[in-house]
């Protein structure tokens, strides 16, 4: 299943969090490079190192998009996470989206993105699904963000949120799922062949 290593102690730890103070941007900003964290209003949440299937999931997509746009010269551009996105403008909330989709290059700043993406995709992992369906997609609406994808291998279900359009879609992993934003283009996830995930238990020699 696509999603990330070491979900369980990641669960732990945002379930010990002592959310009696608030964190800002400069708090993950200096994280040492083995620790990934977002922070929502103020609330920190710490994230797991992402699975192989799940990198293979958002590099599908991503590849789709930049060849998309390469071959019609489009001024959009696609990134995928690592990528700071400062959806509020300001350092209370601090979002490491899997992959966004931005048309405005003026947003670019500060070793990453200030306002709101025009697309975000999410990939569900149990210590992030109620974040994805919930927090993350209302905060993504109420920041300007057009376009939300929630992609759930376990369920077998992409879900697609049009905010400009106010409507919502379900796809599964056998569909063509068109991407509004970028005229002509449909990601045909037929064709998402994605490795087993799983990782040598000895180190190759």
Not at 31 to 51: K, N
Not at 97 to 102: S, W
Not at 116 to 130: C, F, K, L, N, R
Not at 135 to 156: C, E, F, H, M, P
Request: one cysteine or more; charged letters at 30%.
């Amino acid at each position: 299943m696509a999603g990330y290593r070491g979900e369980d102690e990641v669960i732990r730890k945002n379930m010990a969090l002592a959310q009696e103070r608030t964190y800002a941007a400069d708090f993950i900003e200096a994280l040492p490079e083995d620790e990934r964290a977002e922070v929502i209003d103020g609330q920190l949440f710490y994230m797991a190192s992402p699975t192989v299937e799940h990198q293979d999931l958002i590099g599908f997509i991503y590849g789709n998009m930049w060849n998309h746009i390469r071959s019609r010269k489009g001024n959009c551009r696609v990134y995928f996470s690592p990528v700071s996105v400062y959806l509020d403008q300001n350092s209370r909330t601090l979002l490491e989206p899997d992959l966004i989709l931005v048309c405005d290059q003026g947003k670019r700043r500060r070793g990453g993105f200030w306002g709101a993406p025009d697309m975000v995709a999410e990939v569900v992992s149990p210590s992030t699904q109620s974040r994805d369906y919930l927090l993350k997609l209302n905060k993504y609406q109420a920041a300007g963000v057009r376009v939300y994808w929630i992609l759930n291998t376990a369920k077998d279900t992409i879900h697609v949120y049009d905010f400009e359009q106010e409507k919502m879609e379900i796809y599964s992993f056998r569909d063509r799922v068109p991407v509004r934003l970028l005229d002509g283009l449909e990601i045909d996830f037929g064709e998402f062949k994605p490795g087993d995930g799983e990782e040598p238990d000895e180190e190759v020699r």
